[in-house]
Every structure is written in C-alpha cells, then in structure tokens.
C-alpha cells in the first residue's frame, strides 16, 4: 500500500518541540515534576484538536490523550501510541539549538556552539551508514530533546498520514503523550482504562528498525554496615569503622564482572550507586539489574553473602540488608499478547526495514504500562547518544520510524481482535 510520510512537516514539528524547554526533576515528586511540561503539552492539544482528533484533553497531572477514530466497519481493536514530553534532567534542556547537517558527508560533523564535540564513524559507529542522510543534533550546548520528541513527532506524521489516506483502514487510534518518563514516573497518574486502548507501542527506542519486547527485571538493596564508634584518640582495638566495612565490601564484589562498566546485551550487574555515612553507620545503595527474576536473586544472595562475610571479620559490627522491588520484565507480559510484537514485526519489513530485536538495559513506561494490563512494546524513533549534548537523529529515519506506525495501525485494523485489558500482574 502506497502512501506518503510529510516529511516536512514532521520535521517542522520537530524541531518546534525540541525548542521548548520541558526537562523533568528527580527532586520533586509532584506529578508533573515541572511545569514546563505544560507548555508542549498545551501546544499539542492543539495541534491534535487543528488535526481533527476527537476526546483530545489534557489532564491536571500534564498527560495529554487524544483518539483517531476508526474508519472500517466495525473497527478494529483500539491500538495506542504513546511518546514522553520531558528531557532528561543529567543535561541542560534549555535554550536548545537545533542543527540540521543536510546531506551528511560521511565524515566529521562539528557541533557549532562546542567545536570540541564531534561526531565520526569512528566513535559513532551507526553514523557510518548515513551517508546521504539529513542529520541533527543540537549546537553541542545542550542535548537535542529527540528522546523522545522524536517519538512526539513521529506518531503527529503517522496521524496526519492516516488523515490524509483514508483509504487505509485501521481501528481507534489512541495517542498519549506523558510527563516525567525520564525520572522513572511516567504512568505514575497514567488513565489505563481512560487512555482506552488494548494494545499500546511507545515510540521511544534507538536503531533503524528495532523493536524492544524486554527489559531488565530491577530491584534495590540497601546494605546498612554497623560499626562502634570511639573517640580516635583511644580507638586502638576499640573502633570499627562503618565507612571501611563498606568499602571492603564493594572491593570484594567482582572487578571484572557484574558492574555496568563490564557488561553488556543479556548481561546483568550489580552497581553501588551512592554510599553515605559516618564511623558508626554506613549506607551503600545498589540497584540490581538482570532478565530473570532468578538471576536478581541470585545477585541479591552475593551482595548479601559479601556483606556478612565482612562483618564475619570483625567481631561486634554488623549489616543490615534490605531489597525493594521495582519492576519486572515486561516480556511475561507481553507473552499473553504476542501478537503486539508479531505485528511490530511485520509492520517493519512492510515498511523496508529488516526489524531487529534488543532487550532493553534500562526500563520503560512500557514495562509498568505492561503490567498494569496494557501490552505496550517499544519501537524505534532512529535517535542515538540519548541524554548527552553529542545526541543525533536522522530525518529518514524518523521519517520510516512513521511509516512503521501507519502499517502497525493498518494491520490492526485488518487483523487484529478485541481482547480487552490483560489482568494487572504485580
């Protein structure tokens, strides 16, 4: 089925949406993190209302929902696209200058406003296949913002591709834009059974073509060392010192495996991420990140095996250890709607693309979404080096990310079937 992307006006978009500053906030746990994020959403509302949508709203928590009804009798299942508004606070977000590098030459891109930061095949390896290709990256001052309004303006093109083909049958469209995915609160006020879709697809992922179905099962520990404070100056044989049994422990965990430094693809790790304390009492924080729940606990027993191994040594201290869980695979999930990636897959190779398939090393609105009983694989936008200010996306790849969507939408409609919302799993 032929049909056109307006690659144009998916850039224009674009490249409006970067410019407005929406970064979210570890520190405050309203929802959302920040105001900002309103000023995109509301500029969204409109452009979805200007587009014709129908129920578009935009909530008190900054979550902006719209439909595209069917146009096939009976329709088909509801199908959702969702995309995150807001920037990665590790960056500066604001001010951002975007630069588009027309017909990229193949060799070094300068970013104008750092020439210090360059962009090569060398040290970029996917950039060694854009020859040709329209790339943009900010002026090297901040980062670029196409994680994930890259995912924002593809799903606008998909939308206005199925508006102006109607001949292309497909179900409800759902569209979701949300805040503060970057600070791991992205559904945290989400309307699953409001949003009203049966399936969902984030537009949020990296490489041409690529479609992700799993993610790291997560889980926190907090390993609390005790030791006995005395004055230093009559500590002999008296003092235990908190901060060195923290430090034995992490000097007893594997240098040359299990830390994110080390690991790679369906590699797990172990990673201390903050410690803080006095003689008396010291507090290591680790997050645990692998694929199964087996393999978690398995990493879980080691920490905690090394712990008090530790506190073995040293008569009269000891460790307190404590894990919290924080979210599962969300292939389990997706398992119970294969057809989600199936059709994922199908829609790539309609669109030219041979699809790929990573797990995801991280987390995404998709894995809680999953759960809480809405499928929802990720799909590529064509973005690479995410929250740093040497971030690049191709044009054409944003422009197929599109074409993806409109042959997911048009595959649902043609052979997808009502299911209804999956149970919500813990």
């Given at each position: 089925?032929?049909f056109?992307?307006?690659r144009?006006?998916?850039?224009?978009r674009?490249l409006?949406?970067?410019?407005v500053?929406t970064?979210?906030?570890?520190?405050n746990?309203?929802t959302p993190?920040t105001?900002?994020?309103?000023?995109l959403?509301?500029?969204l509302?409109?452009e979805?209302?200007?587009?014709?949508l129908?129920?578009?709203r935009l909530?008190?928590?900054c979550y902006?929902?719209?439909?595209?009804?069917?146009?096939?009798?009976?329709?088909g299942?509801?199908?959702?696209?969702?995309a995150?508004?807001?920037?990665?606070?590790?960056?500066?977000?604001?001010d951002?200058?975007?630069?588009?590098?027309?017909?990229?030459?193949?060799?070094?891109?300068t970013?104008?406003g750092?020439p210090?930061?360059t962009l090569?095949?060398?040290t970029?390896?996917p950039?060694?296949e854009?020859?040709?290709l329209?790339?943009?990256?900010?002026d090297g001052t901040?980062?670029l913002g196409?994680d994930?309004?890259?995912?924002?303006?593809?799903i606008?093109?998909?939308l206005?591709?199925?508006?102006?083909?109607p001949?292309?049958?497909?179900?409800p469209i759902h569209?979701?834009?949300t805040?503060?995915e970057?600070?791991?609160r992205?559904?945290?006020?989400?309307d699953?059974?409001?949003?009203?879709?049966e399936?969902?697809?984030t537009?949020d992922?990296e490489?041409?073509?690529?479609?992700e179905?799993?993610?790291f099962?997560?889980?926190s520990?907090t390993?609390?060392?005790?030791?006995?404070?005395?004055?230093?100056?009559?500590a002999?044989?008296?003092m235990?010192?908190?901060v060195?049994?923290?430090?034995?422990?992490?000097?007893?965990?594997?240098?040359?495996?299990?830390?994110?430094?080390?690991?790679e693809?369906?590699?797990g790790?172990?990673h201390?991420?903050?410690?803080?304390?006095?003689?008396?009492?010291?507090?290591?924080?680790?997050?645990?990140?692998d694929?199964?729940?087996e393999k978690?606990?398995?990493h879980?027993?080691?920490?905690?095996e090394?712990a008090?191994?530790?506190?073995?040594?040293?008569?009269?201290?000891?460790?307190d250890v404590?894990v919290?869980h924080?979210y599962k695979?969300?292939?389990?999930?997706?398992d119970?709607?294969?057809?989600a990636v199936?059709?994922?897959?199908?829609?790539?190779?309609?669109?030219?693309?041979?699809p790929?398939?990573n797990?995801?090393?991280g987390g995404?609105?998709?894995?809680?979404?999953?759960?809480?009983?809405l499928?929802?694989?990720?799909?590529f936008t064509?973005g690479?080096?995410?929250h740093?200010?040497?971030e690049?996306?191709?044009v054409?790849?944003?422009?197929a990310s599109?074409?993806?969507c409109v042959?997911l939408?048009?595959?649902w409609?043609?052979?997808?079937e009502?299911?209804g919302?999956l149970?919500?799993?813990d």
């Amino acid at each position: 089925m032929e049909f056109k992307i307006d690659r144009q006006d998916m850039l224009d978009r674009f490249l409006t949406y970067v410019r407005v500053h929406t970064t979210s906030s570890e520190e405050n746990m309203d929802t959302p993190s920040t105001q900002c994020q309103f000023d995109l959403a509301r500029i969204l509302v409109k452009e979805l209302e200007d587009m014709g949508l129908e129920d578009v709203r935009l909530t008190e928590h900054c979550y902006v929902y719209a439909v595209l009804p069917g146009n096939m009798p009976g329709d088909g299942p509801p199908v959702g696209f969702l995309a995150h508004m807001d920037v990665s606070p590790a960056v500066a977000g604001m001010d951002v200058k975007p630069v588009i590098h027309k017909n990229y030459d193949g060799g070094t891109i300068t970013l104008p406003g750092d020439p210090s930061l360059t962009l090569t095949p060398e040290t970029d390896a996917p950039l060694g296949e854009c020859t040709g290709l329209d790339i943009i990256t900010s002026d090297g001052t901040t980062l670029l913002g196409g994680d994930d309004k890259a995912g924002i303006a593809i799903i606008m093109a998909m939308l206005k591709a199925l508006k102006a083909n109607p001949e292309i049958p497909h179900g409800p469209i759902h569209v979701g834009f949300t805040p503060d995915e970057e600070v791991g609160r992205g559904v945290a006020k989400f309307d699953v059974s409001g949003f009203g879709a049966e399936v969902a697809y984030t537009v949020d992922g990296e490489f041409l073509g690529e479609i992700e179905e799993e993610t790291f099962c997560a889980d926190s520990m907090t390993v609390t060392c005790h030791g006995v404070n005395v004055h230093p100056g009559s500590a002999k044989n008296k003092m235990i010192n908190s901060v060195k049994l923290a430090a034995e422990l992490i000097d007893s965990l594997p240098k040359d495996a299990l830390s994110p430094e080390t690991t790679e693809k369906r590699e797990g790790y172990v990673h201390p991420q903050a410690i803080s304390g006095t003689e008396e009492t010291t507090v290591i924080k680790f997050i645990i990140r692998d694929f199964t729940m087996e393999k978690l606990k398995q990493h879980e027993e080691l920490i905690a095996e090394r712990a008090q191994a530790v506190a073995a040594r040293y008569p009269g201290s000891r460790v307190d250890v404590a894990v919290s869980h924080s979210y599962k695979n969300m292939k389990v999930m997706l398992d119970k709607r294969p057809e989600a990636v199936e059709f994922a897959f199908e829609a790539v190779r309609a669109a030219g693309l041979e699809p790929i398939m990573n797990p995801i090393r991280g987390g995404t609105d998709g894995a809680r979404l999953s759960f809480m009983g809405l499928p929802t694989p990720n799909i590529f936008t064509g973005g690479h080096n995410f929250h740093g200010k040497k971030e690049w996306i191709p044009v054409q790849h944003m422009e197929a990310s599109a074409r993806v969507c409109v042959h997911l939408a048009r595959i649902w409609g043609e052979r997808g079937e009502r299911k209804g919302l999956l149970p919500t799993a813990d």
